[in-house]
């Protein structure tokens, strides 16, 4: 008797595209003699909810590249506006998926365990149709850095807003409060779960007025009255988006 196939409930996808502005053609860049896109991959294969990790991209280098590390590639749009919008477009062909989880292809020091945890949120929350990961925030500069997004949550860990601003506002600056347990400020990490429903509607939304202002696509999920979860970890990954943060990884890796 054959073996019933199990359907693919929860996948991860790696949306890669070839053009960046501030480091062209960085997934291909090759760090300890593998692309950064490889590097990739093999940290998403570490984690143990994901039942399929899927490449998106609309180039065939990229593509050929995936396909000779062995992953499975998705060839999607040349013309998506968004990484959200290339995962929507992935996973179309994949219809019993119903958490996605998207892991740019620039996160080569992904941490499996807290995506794995994106997963057992959206698995126990049924009311929730999207989750994120933020760190706590202990330095100065960082907080007011503009390129440094952070988030404010609620008790229950729904997120309230995010902002390149420091938020929550203190209206009276105390140093104290970078060391406060629990942590007063948090970095949003730009890894996200879908539920399915949500993310196959997102792409049909217009961009909505405060994600216009901020240039954060996740504020037209809440001003949509949707609910996201926010999981706190400790370790704060490093995605690579500049020359500095290649050099970076490349120095850690030979470490």
Not at 90 to 107: H, R, T
Not at 144 to 168: E, H, I, N, T
Request: glycine share 4%; charged share 25%.
């Amino acid at each position: 008797m054959p073996t019933p196939i199990t359907p693919l409930r929860r996948i991860l996808v790696i949306p890669a595209r070839r053009r960046s502005t501030r480091l062209p053609d960085k997934m291909l860049l090759r760090a300890a003699g593998k692309s950064v896109i490889q590097h990739t991959y093999e940290a998403a294969q570490s984690v143990r909810h994901a039942q399929l990790v899927l490449i998106a991209t609309d180039d065939e280098e990229i593509a050929a590249e995936c396909r000779r590390f062995g992953a499975p590639v998705v060839m999607t749009s040349p013309d998506c506006p968004s990484g959200t919008d290339r995962v929507a477009e992935a996973v179309a062909g994949y219809p019993a998926a119903e958490i996605i989880v998207n892991l740019q292809g620039d996160e080569p020091d992904a941490d499996a365990k807290a995506i794995d945890r994106l997963f057992e949120l959206l698995e126990s929350t049924p009311s929730a149709a999207m989750a994120t990961l933020a760190t706590p925030i202990r330095d100065r500069h960082k907080l007011d850095d503009p390129s440094c997004v952070k988030v404010v949550f609620a008790a229950d860990g729904r997120a309230l807003y995010f902002s390149r601003s420091p938020v929550p506002h203190a209206r009276e600056w105390d140093d104290r409060l970078l060391a406060a347990e629990p942590a007063t400020f948090h970095q949003h990490i730009g890894i996200y779960g879908y539920r399915r429903s949500l993310l196959m509607q997102m792409p049909k939304w217009p961009v909505s007025p405060l994600e216009q202002i901020e240039k954060l696509e996740q504020l037209r999920v809440l001003e949509n009255g949707e609910s996201i979860l926010v999981a706190v970890t400790q370790r704060a990954t490093r995605g690579i988006d500049t020359p500095e943060d290649f050099a970076d990884f490349v120095a850690r890796r030979a470490a």
